[in-house]
């Protein structure tokens, strides 16, 4: 996915920058006056955001960053729900969640796959954690 897509990312694309990707987001977001954080409710703000730019026709082509830091931000989401960690995975985008349990998640893959098929972030965090 990334290597198709081209993603142009502020930091370089490492496990270890995942939480600055979502940090950046949620700055983003806090500057235009909404509160993002890394609960369970944020995941349901994502889904509407996602699901709106489905019903807009808008492709991955068009948001792959959008959808990368929107993953990001599931992946720290996760992190707080389960304790789980970032490392380097063999996704399309090369960076995934650990659960303590030793299982591999692709928050990053999720988002991607939520504006395609209309899947549920919050539903995906639930069936985890």
């Known amino acids: 996915m990334a ?28 500057s235009q006056g909404l509160e993002l954080d890394y609960s369970r409710a944020t995941c349901e703000y994502l889904d509407s ?22 993953g990001c931000v599931l992946g720290e989401i996760l992190i707080e729900a389960t304790g789980a960690s970032w490392v380097h ?5 090369p960076i995934g969640v650990r659960l303590p349990d030793a299982r ?3 928050p990053v893959g999720q988002t991607f796959t939520a504006l395609l098929t209309g899947s549920s972030l919050a539903t995906f965090v639930s069936s985890v954690a």
């Open 3 to 30: 290597a198709e897509l081209q993603l142009a990312l502020a930091y370089e694309l490492t496990a270890q920058n995942a939480p600055r990707f979502a940090a950046d987001i949620v700055a983003q977001a806090s």
């Open 49 to 70: 955001v996602i699901a709106s730019l489905r019903a807009g026709g808008v492709t991955v082509e068009q948001v792959p960053e959008v959808l990368f830091g929107f």
């Open 89 to 93: 995975a063999e996704f399309a985008v």
């Open 104 to 106: 591999l998640l692709d």
